[in-house]
């Protein structure tokens, strides 16, 4: 016979009421309680009922995270933090990777809110909130992380990097640099943007020209950074700005295959990732973005938000930091 929660009370000598507590983390169950009802649930081989669970309490215990590049290291990382925040309050995670595809992520968070999960967290691609709001219903939790969106209504983290891109550049221009390029991702994003306005603003404040085949457009994904690399070094530029970690990975290749060393053949100011440590990354200056941070804040973000669905919109921004390399 199928074992009910109240075979696990009776074997742990409490009440259902403290078993649906400790299962569902409702209230606050002391140490001891609820080590004895885990301990029960493991001897009587207890699975709760997911489904009378969602009828009883209209929660599915599951959150979306919309990620535009589930092959980038730093959404790695901040999923693996966002999953570990969930999991302490019974919530699951469900991953979708919209590839930068903006269709893609309308479509999946339609489907994601049509009553699969209970909220989601979303990094999009998109340029105006109201191409989601047109797909959800009203009041759906959702959490905006780390980009920005035109006309949004609703909780976010995210992230400033302009300092750090213009200390870099900056400290490239005091290095001597006149000739210097920029790399950057698709500029939709608002973090794209952000960062070439400040690679703009210290070239401008040193009264440097800034040609335009100095600024070279790739998508943020694998791959598109090398072809305008080559551009830039075929221009003479003796500095680069790389708007974002992949990139930043895949012309650090490029320069390796053509015996180019970083910080002597041409500086490269580049994305890092918290807590990376790689030997090539460490000769040269870099943007190091917060992701720890930003993905725990985002999931207690979520949570908070289905646990007060009334209260007043939370817009939490983080700042980057330049690391510099030891000249």
């Not at 967290?121 to 219903?137: G, K, M, Y």
Request: net charge neutral; aromatic share 6%.
């Amino acid at each position: 016979m199928k074992v009910s929660m109240r075979d696990v009370a009776n074997h742990a000598g409490v009440s259902v009421a403290t078993v649906s507590h400790v299962i569902n983390k409702t209230r606050f169950v002391s140490p001891e309680t609820t080590a004895r009802v885990h301990e029960s649930i493991k001897q009587l081989g207890y699975s709760p009922d997911a489904i009378g669970r969602i009828f009883k309490t209209g929660k599915k215990k599951l959150v979306g995270f919309i990620v535009p590049d589930i092959a980038n290291p730093v959404w790695a990382l901040i999923i693996e933090v966002v999953e570990d925040v969930l999991a302490e309050y019974g919530f699951k995670l469900i991953i979708i990777n919209t590839k930068e595809d903006s269709s893609r992520e309308l479509e999946n968070i339609h489907l994601l809110s049509s009553g699969i999960v209970d909220g989601v967290i979303v990094a999009s691609t998109l340029v105006d909130f109201r191409e989601i709001q047109a797909v959800i219903p009203s009041d759906f939790p959702i959490v905006l992380i780390d980009r920005t969106l035109e006309n949004a209504n609703c909780d976010s983290v995210m992230l400033q990097d302009f300092s750090a891109i213009y200390d870099g550049v900056c400290r490239m221009i005091e290095q001597g640099n006149k000739k210097i390029g920029f790399i950057t991702g698709l500029m939709r994003l608002s973090t794209s943007r952000e960062r070439l306005s400040a690679y703009q603003k210290a070239m401008a404040d040193y009264g440097l020209t800034v040609e335009p085949s100095y600024i070279q457009y790739g998508n943020s994904m694998a791959k598109s950074a090398v072809p305008l690399v080559r551009n830039l070094l075929d221009q003479g530029c003796s500095a680069i700005v790389v708007s974002n970690n992949v990139m930043t990975g895949d012309i650090l290749q490029y320069l390796t295959n053509r015996g180019l060393k970083n910080g002597y053949d041409v500086m490269i100011l580049g994305q890092g990732i918290e807590g990376q440590s790689d030997y090539n990354l460490h000769q040269m200056d870099l943007m190091i973005q917060p992701s720890i941070e930003l993905g725990q804040l985002a999931g207690k973000q979520i949570l908070e938000r289905l646990e007060h669905p009334t209260h007043p919109i939370k817009n939490i921004v983080l700042t980057s930091t330049l690391s510099r390399r030891i000249l």
